[in-house]
């Protein structure tokens, strides 16, 4: 018959509140007493059930995560990095896909109510001010991944100083006439990578004194078809552009596409730089702005894990920095 908490608590010659203590790690257990618990849990091979310690600690030993459109070649990468630094704690990973705005906001109503996990990491959804109070009212640790709110942890990269790094090695090249494809802003779920990339593209342009030009810009989908249809459109005119910066590898993809059935070589007749620099980005050449994105998701859950040990902890900006990479797609 299996030894239970009762047994070790006769055998120490405490109650079960210390020894529940010791389990889960409490200071405030005497060393004397702490040394007999473990000599009787050691004595009967006691093994604490893992629910049971749940609901003394008020632990799920879970994490959320809320990430959208999971399955895009981004999140899937900074979900590597979250997956790595999760089983170096022993927890588990609860992943929750929003599509639509409503999915969004069930989640951030649902999961603050019910504590199904004993923290949140959310991947580019910014919370309004409202909602953002609501995690810090009922005491549920939120980090944010890609996505900004003064009232919780962010981890943001610098969007627009990335897209201004591309946009200074075209011209650095000699690039005069250069398209850009940015993503579209889906639903309202404020996705700021696209404005931030469009920023950093005028203020490289304006830096050198070449005159920013809205007819070369085109917003699409996130994806390569959308990537594709871009480039058509931009490779089509009287006078196209010789280099193509787009805001993700996955619709610099769909560039390489176009290019390619319209007989444009690249990166003789055009230069293209993606943004990202998921695995893909490699294998094609691709010239791109590379993201931290593993590191993005293994600090958010650092991040994440200290706000779960010290609720108390205030709110930190963690800026992260991107590099470009320089490949096949703009060099011979």
């Not at 109503?109 to 991947?123: E, Q």
């Not at 909602?131 to 939120?142: D, E, I, M």
């Not at 176009?258 to 691709?286: K, M, N, Q, T, Y």
């Not at 593993?294 to 992260?320: C, V, Y």
Request: charge should be negative; hydrophobic fraction near 45%.
């Amino acid at each position: 018959m299996m030894a239970t908490i009762h047994d070790v608590a006769r055998i120490a010659g405490v109650g079960i509140g210390t020894v529940s203590r010791v389990i889960n790690n409490s200071s405030n257990v005497k060393p004397g007493t702490r040394a007999r618990v473990l000599e009787a849990i050691d004595q009967l091979g006691y093994k604490p059930n893992p629910i049971a310690r749940s609901m003394i600690s008020k632990r799920t030993n879970s994490i959320g995560v809320i990430a959208p459109f999971f399955t895009r070649p981004f999140f899937m990468e900074v979900l590597q990095g979250v997956e790595m630094a999760i089983a170096t704690y022993g927890k588990e990973l609860v992943l929750y896909n929003v599509r639509t705005d409503e999915q969004r906001d069930h989640c951030f109503s649902d999961l603050p109510m019910h504590r199904k996990v004993d923290g949140v990491l959310i991947l580019s959804l910014s919370p309004d001010d409202e909602v953002a109070q609501k995690f810090r009212h009922v005491g549920l640790p939120v980090v944010l991944v890609d996505a900004y709110s003064p009232l919780l942890t962010s981890l943001v990269v610098n969007n627009k100083e990335g897209a201004s790094q591309a946009i200074r090695y075209l011209l650095q090249v000699g690039h005069r006439r250069i398209g850009f494809i940015n993503g579209i802003v889906e639903g309202n779920f404020k996705f700021n990578q696209a404005t931030d990339r469009l920023e950093g593209v005028k203020c490289a342009l304006q830096e050198a004194g070449v005159a920013f030009d809205p007819e070369l810009v085109v917003a699409t989908e996130w994806n390569r078809v959308g990537g594709r249809d871009a480039a058509f459109h931009l490779l089509t005119r009287e006078v196209r552009p010789s280099a193509i910066f787009v805001a993700s590898d996955i619709q610099a993809v769909g560039v390489l596409e176009a290019a390619r059935s319209l007989h444009i070589r690249v990166p003789e007749e055009l230069a293209v730089v993606g943004f990202d620099g998921i695995e893909i980005s490699e294998l094609l050449g691709l010239s791109t702005v590379q993201q931290p994105m593993r590191q993005m998701g293994e600090e958010g859950i650092h991040k994440l894990m200290t706000l779960i040990d010290d609720p108390a902890h205030p709110p930190e900006l963690i800026w992260l920095n991107t590099t470009f990479v320089e490949r096949a797609t703009t060099s011979g």
